[in-house]
């Protein structure tokens, strides 16, 4: 590993000089609560430019990203992101909004807030669309709160929220956030919502049925009609977690299939780059019964100028300050605007292709528990290498990583034992593809022949197996100088 910034350097090196600071009036410190004042002086590396460009762009070199290598990571569509995106959601006018800015200044962005809400409800065949949410599962809580105003508002006694388990982690968590009891239903043999179990357990007290569809198997709920009938006569919401909508655009939509609320990951469907923790967006959907319970402001059109309209009384009011994360929005608007209709299907088709594609060519190798035709991504299971060598879905991962290529996701969804979840995306070339399987190929080989070189794997990495857990529950990330800066000295 390389040094962190502050080992590096020497005494009186310097990047800038700076003239010295004017000696501040006494008066500025004392308006400074004394805790926030600092009681020794801090003393900072000294470096030169070029040391601190060499110690950034190194670091950089060491992040493995979708500008670099294939990174087929499930449930995440990490796609390649164009990188028009970025310049255009960079310019100056964007970039510098301010939200308390008068809205006759702004009719550009709200025009945009505007004109991508139209495009959302006619991908989605959904009603409306709230920005405010900044992430999925921000989208998901968003729509449980409406799913939550609408049955208050219709004196209904709703207490449960049943989910697959299929689900994503973060659906029961969101309807749990808003007092929900959690019924979860076997899937069937076919790794779809088994429709006896959803009779069983669905009643009158039942406020939302939560899925996805393809679901996280990768794939398509083809009883959806009947599942939508099911839960509706039972005065149930069908809401639809849209993190990823890359199998269906322009193919079908979830109002179609009978969706009452949904949300659409911007960051993963559309393009802005994620995987880092931000920034995103969950734009939640409604169809017509749900709008006045949308989150405010939502952004209308009154004689010819657009505004923020907080006409909703019924409104759960707003999840986040101001109006979403805007420039997600902007990169959104701009991919769906270069690709046009005919693209976004070309997306859908081209995404299943690819998994499709992945999935015949590797299943001589790997189990694949569910063998039939997958949406935009396909789950394999290691539990045959674990039997037979030892090797776990894991290591299969960390090996991967050796090969440049970045794991998939792996242990989801967890009805899939050893599970390994790709995604390769309808960015990825054939050869790309061709290499992946080349190189699972080659895995599959050193399982048998060499386990321990898949044990011990990555090795070609700055660091090795890291805790998995660590990092999350004993988060440290303050440098504490062995010896006061002497190397500096
Ligand atoms: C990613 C994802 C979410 C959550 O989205 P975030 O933006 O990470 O909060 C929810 N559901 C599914 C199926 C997902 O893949």
New binding site residues.
Partial sequence: MSNLIFEKGNFGREGVSVPAAAKPKKDIYSSIPDTFLAKKNYDFPYLSELDVIRHYVNLSRLNFSIDTNFYPLG???MKYNPKINEELSSMKGFVNLHPYQDQEDIQGALYIIHDLEKMLCEITGMNRFSFQPS??????LTGMLMIRAYHCAKNNKKTKVIVPDSS?G??PASAAMCGYEIVQIKSNENGLVDISELKKNIDKETAAVML?NPN?LGLFEEEIKEIADISHAKGALLYY?G??LNALLGITNPALMGFDVMHI?L??TFATP?GGGGP?S?PVGVTKELIEFLPVPLVDKKDNQFYFNYDFPRSIGKVKAFYGNFLVLVKAYIYILSVGGLGLKEISENAVLNANYLKENLKKYFDLPYDKICMHETVFSAARQKQENDISALDIAKRLIDYGIHPPTVYFPLIVKEALMIEPTETESKETLDNFIEVMKKIYAESKTNPQLLKEAPHNTPVRRLNEVKAAMDLDLRWNPQKPFDNHR
């Fill in positions: 449930s995440c569509t992430a999925g599962a921000h989208g998901e994503h973060t659906n996805t996280t977690d993190a990823n990951n960051h993963k994620h995103g969950g």
